[in-house]
């Protein structure tokens, strides 16, 4: 199809068009699948995979962090690899649990996944409403953050209205 000097052809602009909805398409998927992970209030239906997908995905939502899933059993204690925007490497161990709380173990698990892979903080996260008083004793003097799953509920309510998180839950 030939065109008039001095006009864009017609194929162009429909070339231009179909990229336009393809990007919008695939923009609006993203935004979706950020909205259906920040909605998510109950983990109870979750087992221990999809719960680690679905914090390594709240942190993916989180402006400028990147996050990654270790695979296998020889993680050492490393479930999310989490990265600021500043660089700064988070060893995170995610535990879900249906009933009880974790324990110390899961704070020594992120210290050591901490050390073990070079990061420069350690997060625990669980599905759990609470940790053990020894687990937060512990946590308190190596330095290991702890969020419950109360905390990690809360962290998704800000993300989703864009609200700052409280200083509890600051990842600084």
């Known amino acids: 199809m ?3 000097p001095g006009l864009p052809r017609p194929d162009t602009n429909l070339g231009t068009l179909l990229a336009f909805l393809i990007i ?3 923009a609006w998927l993203s935004g979706r699948d950020r909205t259906r992970t920040l909605e998510r209030e109950d983990y109870t239906g ?3 995979q999809t719960f680690e997908v679905h914090v390594r995905d709240v942190f993916r939502t989180l402006p ?3 996050a990654d899933i270790t695979q296998g059993s020889h993680d050492m204690g490393l479930d999310v690899l989490a990265t600021a925007p500043d660089g700064q490497r988070w060893a995170v161990q995610v ?3 249906q009933t009880g709380a974790p324990g110390i173990a899961a704070v020594q698990e992120a210290y050591f996944a901490q050390e073990y892979h070079d990061c420069h903080r350690a997060l625990v996260v669980t599905s759990a409403p609470r940790v053990t008083p020894a ?3 512990g946590a308190q003097k190596v330095g290991v953050r702890i969020w419950t799953g109360d905390d990690l509920r809360e962290v998704q ?5 864009s609200d700052p998180l409280p200083p509890l ?4």
């Open 2 to 4: 030939s065109a008039e």
């Open 24 to 26: 919008w398409f695939f």
């Open 46 to 48: 979750l087992n221990g």
């Open 64 to 66: 400028g962090w990147t």
């Open 95 to 97: 535990k879900h649990y």
């Open 135 to 137: 687990a937060r004793k």
């Open 157 to 161: 309510r800000h993300l989703l209205t």
């Open 169 to 172: 839950l600051h990842l600084s």
